[in-house]
């Protein structure tokens, strides 16, 4: 599998760029900004773009997906409980002083069970409420990584106090969900360094039972 993350735009939202080797298809996880720098490593990887997705629609996480989309002519994949919260992204950008990057549409919604494929690459869709209403991650079993949005962070979890958050979502998704994949389990979260599940079961503060 070729996985790429490139942290994007002033705050630094880990995008990930998912390939497979053979067929060169791919698919991009939360395109935020800086797309030139994206298009540069599917260039590098003579990657075909199939899929973007994201993980929850924050600013930082979607600003670049409909450039990357009409560029691809992929299709863009988010869960429908955040479709209110994308019809904020004026508000957001107000918020943190960014330009707005005008409507996003949304091709398809993804929810748990269901599955996001490049080529012989596949990942698991686990919907993990509480940093938003439609907050998810992507657990690729093979390769045993998850893309943890920001539900799960090194050291953290995913802010509440935002509309659509609930901590008590996030501890429900972080315990059922994803604390039930293998210690393990690499984890690429939406901001700042990688991490393991082992690890954070262990070490997070927010997670360790007392
Ligand atoms: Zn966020």
Redesign the pocket.
């Known amino acids: 599998m070729i996985h790429e993350i490139l942290p994007v735009g002033p705050l630094q939202?880990n995008c990930s760029i998912i390939g497979d080797e053979q067929s060169h298809e791919a698919m991009v996880i939360d395109p935020g900004d800086d797309i030139e720098q994206v298009f540069a490593l599917i260039k590098k990887h003579q990657l075909q773009v199939k899929q973007i997705i994201i993980?929850?629609a924050?600013i930082?996480?979607v600003g670049g997906a409909m450039k990357l989309r009409a560029a691809t002519g992929a299709p863009i994949l988010l869960n429908q409980n955040d479709y209110a919260l994308l019809k904020m992204l004026d508000v957001q950008a107000a918020w943190l002083g960014m330009t707005n990057p005008g409507k996003v549409a949304i091709d398809q919604s993804l929810g748990s069970g269901d599955r996001v494929s490049a080529g012989c690459v596949e990942g698991n869709v686990l919907h993990t409420p509480g940093?938003?209403e439609g907050?998810i991650c992507l657990y690729f079993p093979t390769e045993k990584t998850l893309i943890a949005?920001?539900t799960l962070f090194a050291g953290s979890i995913?802010?509440t106090d935002?509309p659509g958050g609930s901590y008590q979502k996030i501890m429900h998704s972080l315990h059922h969900g994803v604390l039930a994949l293998p210690d393990e389990t690499v984890v690429v979260p939406?901001?700042g360094e990688m991490t393991t599940i082992g690890q954070e079961r262990q070490n997070n503060p927010f997670l360790v039972k007392r």
């Open positions: 939202c993980t929850h924050h930082d996480h940093h938003s907050s949005g920001d995913g802010r935002l939406g901001h």
